[in-house]
């Protein structure tokens, strides 16, 4: 089991910035596929980006060319970079542990969640 903490939620204005950290527990970390999910009110909770062990990344359409994620594995943290952010881009953002297809199934390891908010 990995132990996930965020931080670096916060309120911002559109087309603003903000840096999202995740600082993981364990091990295994360097091996563990990484993952930011999000989930706005009243919506379900949507994947935003992923990255493998090896570097490899993935984004959801709605953020391609805006959030990057990237890891450091020295650190054991994961990070997601949101540029130009937009007011529907305003949710809790979590940190998940693990392949998506178990994340997608109630396994893995979450995070306790950040709040990022968007004004217009």
């Known amino acids: 089991q990995v132990q996930l903490v965020e931080s670096g939620g916060g309120l911002v204005q559109a087309g603003g910035s903000l840096r999202l950290s995740c600082a993981a527990s364990?091990?295994?970390?360097?091996?563990?596929?990484m993952n930011w999910y999000r989930q706005a009110p009243g919506k379900q909770r949507e994947l935003v980006a992923t990255?493998?062990?090896?570097?490899?990344?993935n984004y959801a359409d709605s953020v391609k060319g805006r959030f990057t994620i990237s890891r450091d594995n020295g650190k054991n943290t994961v990070y997601l970079q949101m540029n130009s952010l937009k007011p529907e881009d305003t949710a809790v953002y979590y940190c998940?542990?693990?392949?998506?297809?178990?994340?997608?199934?109630?396994?893995?390891?979450w995070g306790q969640g950040t709040q990022v908010t968007v004004s217009s």
């Open positions: 998940a542990a693990g392949p998506v297809l178990l994340l997608n199934g109630g396994g893995g390891s």
């Open positions: 990255v493998t062990s090896s570097g490899s990344t």
């Open positions: 364990g091990s295994i970390f360097s091996i563990v596929t």
